[in-house]
Each structure stands twice: as structure tokens, then as C-alpha cells.
């Protein structure tokens, strides 16, 4: 088997461009120094955090569109997860400039000093802890601070480097920002948010692990044990395709709190996901050149409808069953 495949980057351990040159200009100096400190946060890595927390925050609502709350939330959320990136850009600076895939990012290329990096991403933990009391409730704010502190200590500094399991385990920090939307709503947490923090936990390996087979040679370099890295293509598919039934037989455990919208959008975006799923597995099996990075990318847009599914059935269903029974 042999993957045929260019490269490209996703939301799950990317890369943000940087500006391409130098320039000799004051504005040209400030301006990459700026997009360098961006670039630490992984942005392309946050949107679909922030997606995912939409949903749950009208799910938890019952149909009350409370923009004000939901833009106090997506920042705070913001700043809590641009603080783990940043940080563990820095925990990570030595292997990024072995693997080819993060050699661009701002400490592998010394763009900004490791110091200053650990500054900025504490301070962004701070406002982010700080944002979220003040705005929303005290619980949402203890929620990213624990987000922030298990991704950083316990995925970056201890898993990463040390078990195939990293991305199972350590990928629970992703699944976090669907409990502190719900916290952000109600000031308590409640079963539906689980099983949202479930369907990402779940989603969360078949997403990377796709990826990984693409950049396989990177994280060997990096003496990253990613599955890919230490099992053969059939093993590490067939868990792809293990955890793929996972995700979406969990999103229809969501279907009584939601509605018959997201009950119809599960089951067709899972159906597709599975499809693919199977298709990689089946390639593997046979032999023939597969394309793995196709599924990385694509259960961005699975997840992504399976949250616009949950927030169309949260607003817009709720609000018409709850005019026509008025």
C-alpha cells in the first residue's frame, strides 16, 4: 500500500501562514512580529473549537438566541485556546523543527523569542480565565483553565512523546469547549454537553490519525509515537473505522434533546463519514493507493454540519413548535 498524496494543512496540529519575505519598513517589521504572535495560536486550529461551541450554548438555551453571551463566550473561548496553542508551541519548539509539516511555525524558526512565547500564552490563559467569570459564569471560567492545563501538562508535556494513545487521550482538551458553552448558558452542566464532549472525543482520533498516515515520516522523525508511526496501515485504519462508528452512533444518542433536523442531518453527514471511513479501510486492504488526508479533511465538514444540523434544530424548530403550540 502507499499513500499518494501532496501535502496540505488541517485544523488539528496546522500550521497559520506566515508572511513570505522581509521587509525594511517599520510597518512591514511590526506587522510580521504581529502575525508571527498570531500564528503562535494556531487559528486555523480554533474555528472549529468555536463552532463547536455554538451549538451547544443554543442547544442549552431552548431556542433564545442570547448573541451578547455567545460573542462574550467565543472570546473567552478564543483566548483560552490561543493560550494552549501558544503554549504548547513552546513545550513543542524542538520537534517542530524536525517535522518539515510545523518547521514554518514562529519558535521553530526563532520569530519570536521561547520567553516571550511562555509570556504571551500565559497572559492569554489569564484573560481567557478572567473574560469568562466576569462574562459568563464562574464555572465556564474554571472549565477552560482545566482545558488549558490538561492540553498543555498532560497532552503536550506527557502524552505526546510517549504513547500511541496521545491523540485518544490527550484529544479530551478539544472536546472541552461544548461544556463551557453549556456552563456559560446555565451555570451547570448536564448530560447533553457530555455527550457533545463525547462525539468530539471520539471524532478526535479518526481526524488525526488520518493525517498522521500523511505525515507518518514527520512524526518518526520527531520520535512522536503516533499510531501510524509504530502500527501498520490496516491496524491503524480499522481504528479509524472503530472510532468513526463511535462518533456517529453518539451523535444520535443526542437525537431526544435535539430534534427530528438534527436527527436527519446525523444520520446522512454519518452515513457520508463512515462511507469514507470504510473506503480507506477497504483501500488499505487491497492494497491500492489510498488518500488519507481526504478524510482529515473531510470530518472537518462532517463535524461542522452535525453542529449546524444541532443549531438550526435548537433555534428554529424549537421556536416554531413553540409559536404553533403558543
Given amino acids: 500500500m502507499r499513500i499518494v498524496e501532496r501535502g496540505g494543512h488541517g485544523l488539528a496540529g496546522g500550521s497559520a501562514a506566515t508572511p513570505a519575505g522581509g521587509s525594511d519598513t517599520l510597518w512591514g517589521a511590526v506587522s510580521g512580529k504581529v502575525l508571527a504572535y498570531v500564528a503562535l495560536t494556531k487559528p486555523r486550529v480554533i474555528e472549529l473549537l468555536l463552532v463547536a461551541t455554538i451549538p451547544a ?11 451578547p453571551l455567545i460573542l462574550s463566550t467565543l472570546f473567552g473561548g478564543w483566548l483560552g485556546a490561543a493560550s494552549a496553542n501558544t503554549l504548547n508551541c513552546v513545550v513543542d519548539a524542538d520537534i517542530d523543527k524536525v517535522m518539515k509539516r510545523t518547521a514554518r511555525r514562529p519558535l521553530a524558526r526563532m520569530a519570536v523569542p521561547t520567553s516571550h512565547a511562555l509570556v504571551f500564552g500565559l497572559a492569554l490563559g489569564i484573560a481567557s480565565f478572567v473574560w469568562l467569570w466576569w462574562a459568563t ?9 482545566l482545558t488549558i492545563a490538561f492540553y498543555v501538562l498532560v497532552y503536550t508535556m506527557v502524552l505526546k512523546r510517549r504513547t500511541w494513545q496521545n491523540v485518544i487521550w490527550g484529544g479530551a482538551a478539544g472536546c472541552m469547549p461544548v461544556m463551557v458553552g453549556w456552563a456559560a448558558v446555565t451555570g451547570s452542566l448536564s448530560w447533553e454537553p457530555v455527550v457533545l464532549f463525547l462525539v468530539i472525543f471520539f471524532w478526535t482520533p479518526p481526524h488525526t490519525w488520518a493525517m498522521a498516515m500523511r505525515y507518518k515520516e514527520d512524526y518518526k522523525a520527531a520520535g512522536v509515537p503516533m499510531l501510524p508511526v509504530i502500527a501498520s496501515e490496516e491496524r491503524v485504519t480499522k481504528q479509524i473505522l472503530v472510532y468513526t462508528w463511535l462518533t456517529v452512533l453518539t451523535t444520535l444518542v443526542l437525537v431526544p434533546a435535539a430534534g427530528v433536523v438534527y436527527a436527519a442531518v446525523a444520520l446522512v453527514a454519518g452515513a457520508w463519514f463512515l462511507l469514507m471511513a470504510h473506503q480507506l479501510y477497504a483501500g488499505v486492504r487491497r492494497g491500492e493507493p489510498v488518500k488519507p488526508l481526504r478524510l482529515f479533511l473531510q470530518s ?12 438550526i434544530d435548537s433555534v428554529f424548530v424549537t421556536n416554531t413548535i413553540g409559536s404553533y403550540f403558543g
Wanted: hydrophobic content about 60%; proline content about 3%.
Fill in 57 to 67: 450554548m443554543l442547544l442549552a438555551s431552548r431556542g433564545t438566541v442570547d448573541f
Fill in 137 to 145: 459564569y464562574p464555572l465556564a471560567a474554571i472549565l477552560i483553565a
Fill in 300 to 311: 472537518n465538514n462532517y463535524l461542522a454540519i452535525v453542529c449546524l444540523g444541532l443549531a
